[in-house]
């Protein structure tokens, strides 16, 4: 459900489902953390391919922030205007940084 | 057919072929052993009537001699011997014919012949005795013709019922049949020498007429001699034994060396000339060539009896072995069945009865454990294993059955618990009602029995309305039970609330408060003016809602916010709008806009906009009833995935209304 690419030492995550909902939530977030494990705080969420994020995917997406830890940082790229939606409903673009494309994101990142 | 029936048919097919032939073989062993027990009988009976004949062809010639008296005095044999050889020849051909009576068809007329001629030769015996007695010489000699005529009729007779034995059991051996046709033919030259020696010796006493027959008669019974050779010639094609060849080529040798010369003298000899020397010759040279075709006669005798002898003697041996053979193939093919019976066909009607058994589940069917390393213990260890893996399977099932069985129950068991959480959720929503000049009305349709929806409405102690919605992130039972502990919480926040706090502080609070490791969950927490009118609301990441004015008019209000239970830290604001009399707030869960057509296309915040709004002018009731068909139409044949709950809260025209204006 998910594919890795580095940009820049950046680890971009981008997940190959459309839906990330109830039913893959839990998948994602294990796979996420097997991803993170051994210190990794900057991840590109690619949510390209995603058409809709469900509040157990929004859920994820959060405790994914919280295991990067205090220094951690995550941004999306890619949302289409119904994830965006979802963000700014429950104020998440406060919270992470959200570009169109992870080469965006990533040189926010580093700047 | 069963395999049983078959081999038992096929090994009783054996046998009787088996059977048949060696019958068959043993009929041609017998029919040759009857054969050359026939040959032997004749034979017998044959050889008697040889030396009887030769015996009597002697006599004849030697009492016609001392009948006529030309004869030398010292050259006189006794008679009387040769009387009883003859006799003792004649009495063993009727005793050979009387024991060989059952195999030859004519025994009994040979017997009535030989009988006529001892009984003529008796006769003639008596009357040559009766004149030798008398010395009368010209009766004697008168006598004497007359008795070589009638002795050589008997020893004709005698001849031709040998010869009719000989016709009637012909050998089929080749050797065997030419020996048979080498002694009748030295028969003939027996005979027709002994005879000429009386006729030689007649020719050389007589003169006149009587020496030009006699000498007639000399020369035609010198031609039977050559032509009797003539046929013993061509008889010695055949693959005689060897002494036998040469015995006969040594009397011919000697009969052309001795006896040929002396017969031309004799016919061409002068009377009276040397009559007494041609005479004691003649006499001495012929009864040299008859005793020497009596010893050549002697010889094929034997030659043949024991070739007939070896000839039976196989026969029976053919005969037994045959027979022997037979018992043994019938002992084998028994042999054979009892075998296949005992280690083919009873093992396998056994494991075949045991499979038909095995097939129809009958697992107590006993296999007995293979004491043999044959197919038939091969196939017996086969079904053990096969009636192990069955008797496994079986439990097998059995275990499964039990653990579906238990399962089944464990899921009624699940099922009722949460039928009666179900139920109990359902209790806690508030039904619709008038509260302190406010109604509310809900609408609520789970995803499955249990929601992560709730919602609630609350009169507060200083005349306001409280009220909220809650979606719990995720659904089902887990949702459904933290739906319950948020319901809990922002209705005793609500009850307990002091004057001074204000609807964020409570949203905070219960953010601040609300354990890391429970799902978050969105809310519109709201209040209604008592006094004033307005509504008052906090927007926790839910969906903004609606606000259908009095007079129709529809529009979201609020922007967004943070959820509840996601970032202890979060702020909150408190959105205060105009809510008159006659105004209505719908609150709904994200399970409403968020509803799929079966296309993938979500029902959307736009759709239930418009929706609202064509039905804005009509009661809540009727409004939900058109949104929840609106949403079914949308959804399709499937079920809900996500909770759907709305609740909407209407301020009526009550009395506090009144007093604002």
Redesign the interface.
Known sequence: MLSTETINDVLVVQVTERRL??SK?PAFKTEVAALTEGGVHRLVLDLRKV??I???G??VI?SCLKRLGPSGNLAIAGANS?VRRLF????MDR?FSIHDTPEAAVENMLA | MKIRDLILVLTIGLGFTLVLVAVLFLRDELARLDTAQRLQASNNVRQELLVASTALARERTKTFLQLTAYHHAEITENTGRLRRDADAALAGARMALAEGEALMPRARQSADILAEAQGELAALRAQIDRISAQGNGNLRRREANAWLTEATRLIDQLQSARLDLLNDNRPSDAVLAAEANIRAFVDILHESIAYNEAIGVALLASEGRARTDLATTLQRTIGEIDLAWQLIGYELDTALPPSILAAVQKAHENHLRTYNPLQLTLVNAAPNLTMDVMMVAWEETSDQRLQELGDLQEQLIVSSRSRLDSLVANAQRSGFIVGLATLCGVLAAVLILLVIRRRVIAPIGRISQAMVRLADNDLSTPVPRATRSDEVGVMTNALRTFKANAIARQRTQQELHRVHEDLKATYGQLRHDLEAAATIQLAMLPAPDTVGGISHTGLYSPSSLVAGDTYNVIAQPDGSVGFFQI?V???GAAAALVSVAGQHTLSQAILTRRREDRLEDIVAEVNRDWPEDL??F?TILGEIDPTAPVARMVQA?H??PVLIRSDGQVQYIGG????VG??PQ?RYETLEFAFRAGDRLLIYS?GVI?TENPA?D?YSEARLLDLIAEHSGGSTADLLTALQKSLRNWRGRSEL??DVSVLVVERTNSRSNHAIH
């Open positions: 909902d109830a939530a058409d809709f469900d509040s157990s929004l859920g959060v119904a700014t409903l429950t104020r919270v | 979606d992130a995720g659904h799902p978050y969105t990441g969906p903004s967004s916010g943070f959820p996601m970032l979060a994200d968020e993938g979500l995935t996500d």
